[in-house]
T-cell receptor
Framework: TQLLEQSPQFLSIQEGENLTVYCNSS?????LQWYRQEPGEGPVLLVT?????EVKKLKRLTFQFGDARKDSSLHITAAQPGDTGLYLC?????????FGTGTSLTVIP | DAGITQSPRHKVTETGTPVTLRCHQT?????MYWYRQDPGHGLRLIHY???????DKGEVSDGYSVSRSKTEDFLLTLESATSSQTSVYFC?????????????FGPGTRLTVL
């Protein structure tokens, strides 16, 4: 059972383009986290969103938590090759975390 | 950096052999987790621990056991490794931060079962 569905699964874009990654669930989460993972390394936390409707910005990355706290999105403006990686969303349920299947982003110079 | 190390970082073993992976943390976190990561499945929880000698099963616990005799160490054991257990294994800790409950990951162990 996949509690969190991410789309798209793969994304290949040119440098300078904008993109949005989605993380959807039928369950309500108290918070959602976004991670970025590079090959050969563990996931690294980018942001945690807690309040329904919350928007957080991290330089060119904008994260939004849905009003009902069931979904989240990650928008990247003017993507750069350094943004290449696997993006994962995750949400806690009790003391466990459930992860989405990830979005593999490639930004072509 | 949450002070998490994993050993070994790479291991190749044969079907039927026992394998133990170690996770070590230096910051006295209560909760520790073991995940496996496979293409198309993302990260899936194997077992987690909420204190010394306190552990619970995750989503994909069959074929795995864990032990936590000290706060800083969380061991994952494959009693008799199978090819389906070829994967990348990540250890994590969780802590309550201002943004909510958050996890931090170790660098991973790549396990190949031949």
């Amino acid at each position: 059972t996949q509690l969190l569905e991410q789309s798209p699964q793969f994304l290949s874009i040119q440098e300078g383009e904008n993109l949005t990654v989605y993380c959807n669930s039928s369950s309500v989460f108290s918070s959602l986290q976004w991670y970025r993972q590079e090959p050969g390394e563990g996931p690294v936390l980018l942001v945690t969103v807690v309040t329904g409707g919350e928007v957080k910005k991290l330089k060119r990355l904008t994260f939004q938590f849905g009003d009902a706290r069931k979904d989240s999105s990650l928008h990247i403006t003017a993507a750069q090759p350094g943004d290449t990686g696997l993006y994962l969303c995750a949400g806690p349920t009790g003391n466990q975390f459930y992860f989405g299947t990830g979005t593999s982003l490639t930004v072509i110079p | 950096d949450a002070g998490i190390t994993q050993s070994p970082r790479h291991k190749v073993t044969e079907t039927g052999t026992p394998v133990t992976l170690r996770c070590h943390q230096t910051e006295n976190h209560r909760y520790m987790y073991w995940y496996r990561q496979d293409p198309g499945h993302g990260l899936r929880l194997i077992h987690y621990s909420y204190g010394v000698k306190d552990t619970d099963k995750g989503e994909v616990s069959d074929g795995y056991s864990v032990s936590r005799s000290k706060t800083e160490d969380f061991l994952l054991t494959l009693e008799s490794a199978t090819s389906s257990q070829t994967s990348v294994y990540f250890c994590a800790i969780s802590e309550m931060a201002s943004g909510g409950l958050t996890q931090y990951f170790g660098p991973g162990t790549r396990l190949t079962v031949l």
